[in-house]
């Protein structure tokens, strides 16, 4: 597997500093997350499972789907999914 950051995490900057500041700190510790769900997943099998097993934490912040060799991820914003895509999981 090979994963690829393609564009920054955003921010809601209508926010607060402190209600923004924890929204952060949440969507960074959810995106680093999948990043280890992707790092310690031995192949595509392994990764869906892991990915099903941790989708209500973060389906919140982030949605993820599936093409027929890759996993793409996509930030949610105010329950919006953002059309930029954030990462892509290229299978072998």
């Not at 564009?7 to 926010?15: A, C, H, N």
């Not at 769900?37 to 192949?43: G, Q």
């Not at 993820?64 to 999914?81: A, E, L, P």
């Amino acid at each position: 597997m090979n994963a690829t950051v393609e564009t920054s995490i955003k921010y809601d900057l209508t926010l607060s500093v402190k209600e923004s500041g924890e929204l952060a700190n949440v969507t960074f510790r959810m995106f680093n997350l999948i990043l280890a769900l992707i790092e310690n997943s031995k192949n595509e099998g392994e990764l869906r499972q892991s990915m099903e097993v941790m989708k209500s934490h973060t389906e919140p912040y982030f949605a993820f789907g599936y093409g027929s060799n890759h996993m793409w991820v996509h930030q949610k914003m105010d329950n919006k999914v953002s059309s930029t895509r954030l990462l892509i999981v290229r299978f072998d």
